[in-house]
């Protein structure tokens, strides 16, 4: 396995912030992920508005995502997949896809998400490279 300079695992991940752009969101599904080129499938669960910029600089290869809003749940569902996207979610605008999960996943639930039900993620981190 190749391990990486820091200075690129930054460069790396601070490439998601500037793709995720200034209206980016992360929206959450049931199901299965379909391919990231693709338009959703499943039932949307949340739908989170990113802060802009989403995140600071990188450090040491790891991403942290800046305090992110609680929303209300607008579906009932357990979390299959989630997509970053920095516009319309067609497929065209996925910065990146992400398994989720309960208590698994590379976004993780504590529960099922409930439609009008607080949805909230408390920590958001990404690490590049090296693991």
Known sequence: MASLKDTLRNTRLDAITTAAGATATLNIYTGSAPSKTASPTGTLL???ALPNPIAAASSGGVLTLSAITAVSGSATGTPGYARMCSGTDDGTHTVEQLSAGIGSGEVSFSGQIFSGGQ??????TETEGNP
């Open 46 to 48: 949340a739908s989170f």
């Open 119 to 124: 949805v909230s993620i408390t920590s958001f």
